[in-house]
């Protein structure tokens, strides 16, 4: 199946330490590359990301943007009992040297470092959560490539359909072409007011008849397209294979285009480039 490299997900989940939002998008590109924007409590989740995303693509530039918010944060509170004992200790004994001595208020000894700690949420829950949610937008990610590879197939289907014409077209010509050479060589003697032989004659149209042959390279179109059928219906990456068969297609197109004699042959020529950039533009996303 084939699978583009364009798609988008967005996925949340939420807990009672809070909730995680994760972004994936994923773009054209020749090789693997991703990018992750973590949050510096779970930047070391990255290797575990990167690994899970070589296993599962091929190809393409892949973003992904992890937020994390607490719950409750800067409310659970929890007092330092043997540092507010020790803060105590310490005041009863600047009393005892200065009586005169201002004692700080409730207010003011929690304020002091040490004295007031806030609860630390449970962070290798929350990794866990977040490796969880980066498999399931991974999934989500690539059930979007593979339906727009879907429309990316069919895309390139109705092209090689077209080609088909094409190539069905030319074929049919190709006993025109033929007569139309003998009467413009026959014309073209009479304008001189000139006379061959009949073999040398029929010499003279079969060397034009072998300049003009494209039966090998429509040959070639046909199994080229026949071979960009089957890449279509393979399992795994098949982009580059596609890009290749790309090139051949445009090589034999190339050659029918200057291996033309008449008109008709010419604008089947130009048709089947026009079809063959088309279907180029739509490989470059695929994997």
Aim: aromatic fraction near 4%; glycine fraction near 4%; proline fraction near 4%.
């Amino acid at each position: 199946m084939v699978h583009s490299m364009t798609a988008f997900t967005r996925l949340s989940r939420d807990a009672a330490w809070g909730s995680l939002h994760l972004e994936l998008r994923s773009v054209n590109q020749r090789y693997l590359e991703p990018h992750f924007r973590l949050p510096d409590s779970l930047r070391d989740l990255e290797p575990t990301f990167r690994e899970t995303l070589r296993r599962r693509l091929a190809r393409g530039k892949v973003e992904c943007s992890l937020r994390f918010e607490s719950a409750g944060e800067g409310e659970a509170l929890t007092i330092n009992r043997s540092r507010l004992a020790a803060l105590g200790f310490a005041l009863q004994q600047v009393r005892a040297e200065i009586p005169d001595a201002p004692m700080p208020d409730a207010l003011a000894l929690l304020d002091h470092p040490g004295v007031v700690e806030a609860a630390e949420p449970d962070l290798e829950a929350i990794k866990a959560a977040a490796v969880a949610l980066f498999e399931a937008a991974l999934d989500d990610l690539i059930e979007g490539r593979a339906r727009e590879g879907a429309k990316l197939a069919e895309l390139i289907r109705d092209r090689l359909a077209g080609i088909g014409e094409q190539v069905a077209t030319v074929r049919g010509l190709l006993p025109t072409i033929l007569e139309r050479q003998r009467s413009q060589l026959q014309e073209r003697l009479a304008a001189l007011q000139a006379e061959l032989a009949p073999q040398r004659l029929e010499a003279e149209i079969a060397l034009l008849a072998q300049k003009a042959d494209v039966d090998e390279e429509l040959d070639r179109l046909e199994t080229h397209v026949a071979e960009v059928e089957r890449q279509l219906s393979q399992q795994g990456p098949v982009g580059r294979r596609l890009d290749f068969l790309m090139q051949e297609l445009n090589r034999e197109a190339n050659t029918l285009s200057s291996k033309s004699v008449v008109a008709e042959t010419t604008r089947c020529a130009v048709e089947l480039k026009v079809l063959i950039e088309q279907m180029r533009e739509q490989i470059q996303n695929i994997e």
